[in-house]
């Protein structure tokens, strides 16, 4: 494995060089080093549609009975079970958001950094 190829002032810097009374190079940011007061919004995470398969055929039951509820009853409950089913996992999802990939959503981001501002000043 090759060594990574580093800028000649840092070798000069970490083989001593600078330690003959000269100082080493000033490395100053281009901005102060403090947080923005908020972040960009980004999209978050497309879900994909669910219960396509079963509100199609609950429409698909309506459609074959002028609309009633009462033939269409077992796909209508079906569907209400796939919605409870999918809304039940999306909770889980985001209770856990912290957790599985260590990143918030920039909404929560933005409400955190509005609850605790940064401090550009001294007293």
Same mark, same amino acid.
């Given at each position: =494995? /090759?060594? @990574?190829?580093?800028?000649? +002032?840092?070798?000069? +810097? *970490?083989?001593?060089?600078?330690?003959?009374?000269?100082?080493? @190079?000033?490395?100053? @940011? @281009?901005?102060?080093? &403090?947080?923005?007061?908020?972040?960009?919004?980004?999209?978050?995470?497309?879900?994909?549609?669910? %219960?396509?398969?079963?509100?199609?055929? =609950? =429409? &698909?039951?309506?459609?074959?009975?002028?609309?009633?509820?009462?033939? %269409? &009853?077992?796909?209508?409950?079906?569907?209400?079970? %796939?919605?409870?089913? /999918?809304?039940?996992?999306?909770?889980?999802?985001?209770?856990?958001?912290?957790?599985?990939?260590?990143?918030?959503?920039?909404?929560?981001?933005?409400?955190?950094?509005?609850?605790?501002?940064?401090?550009?000043?001294? *007293?």
């Amino acid at each position: =494995m /090759a060594a @990574p190829a580093y800028p000649a +002032w840092v070798t000069r +810097w *970490v083989s001593g060089q600078w330690r003959n009374k000269k100082r080493p @190079p000033a490395l100053r @940011p @281009p901005r102060a080093l &403090a947080l923005a007061d908020k972040v960009a919004n980004r999209r978050e995470e497309a879900t994909e549609a669910t %219960c396509i398969t079963e509100m199609s055929v =609950m =429409m &698909a039951c309506w459609k074959q009975n002028d609309f009633n509820d009462a033939p %269409c &009853a077992e796909e209508i409950r079906m569907f209400y079970d %796939c919605v409870a089913k /999918a809304e039940k996992e999306r909770k889980n999802q985001n209770e856990d958001t912290m957790s599985s990939r260590g990143n918030l959503p920039s909404s929560k981001v933005n409400k955190l950094l509005k609850r605790f501002p940064q401090i550009t000043r001294y *007293v």
